[in-house]
């Protein structure tokens, strides 16, 4: 009877290990999924998840990993009375791997994503998920919109580029367009000035010798099309009187990619509105 009770005892007390560990291996595991589900990032205390990072695909170019990655938000308490806070998102964004210097590859990835949020809101991506935090959690009361693609331009054994573009609508009239370029040097994970490859000089002489094609604007989501000499000769024109002006004209420096064949400059447009243009060169023009 002793021998019996004995038994039945220990029994007991291994069923009771086994299921507490059972309880937190389920736990271990639900975290683990929340976490994954965010993007690593788990939400804190009784925080809603606010947003999904998630890779999409994968591919290789140069030798090179690149993996689509995009996070999405979609969160709108009120839609029926239109009323803020609104928040939706879907922004993608490439990241690499397989570089030998794994610090360089984290300095270009992290230029990598922040170049997507930047374009949408002037914000870098730590910023930017957080900002998408406040407006889920802490009543931010505010109306985010915006999406946008990605084009990997050129892949080289010395640098990247790549172009972003799309829409963003923080409430108003009407939404508004970009397109972006960034182009990083792989050797030191620097964003690259287009003064690195050619000089200003020779931009503005290509420009003014019309040695140049224009990809697209902001007047419409076409761009130019349909009035395209019109526009060109205005362009060209502001470019003629500010040749002798600051650097502003020249916008922003980093904002342009380049390939074997060609360099692509996004010029702002010296208009009430500060519009833009893309510009594409042939790199032979440019010397």
Known sequence: MNYMIVTLIGLLLSFNNNLSAEIKNTAHMEETADESASGGKACTGMEKQAYIE??????????????????TADYWPNPDNHRDPCLFASIRYPQISGMEDKSIEKKVNNLLIN???QSLNNRNADQTLRLFNNIVNHGLNTFWSGENEYNIIYVGDKSISVGYEGMVYFGGAHPSSF???????????????????FSKEDVIKAIRSLKF???????????????????????????????????????????????DRFAYIRFPFDDSLNRYVILKFRLDALK
């Open 179 to 197: 397109h972006d370029y960034i182009t990083i040097n792989l050797l030191s994970g620097e964003m690259v000035p287009f003064t690195d490859y």
């Open 115 to 117: 170049a997507a949020t």
């Open 213 to 259: 094609e224009m990809l697209e604007g902001q007047y419409s989501p076409g761009g130019y099309k349909g009035d395209e000499p019109r526009i060109t000769e205005g362009f060209v024109t502001a470019i003629k009187k500010l040749e002798e002006s600051s650097d502003s004209f020249m916008g922003n420096i980093y904002n342009f990619a380049i390939d």
């Open 54 to 71: 998630m890779v999409t695909g994968e591919t290789t170019m140069n030798g090179l990993g690149i993996k689509d990655c995009i996070i």
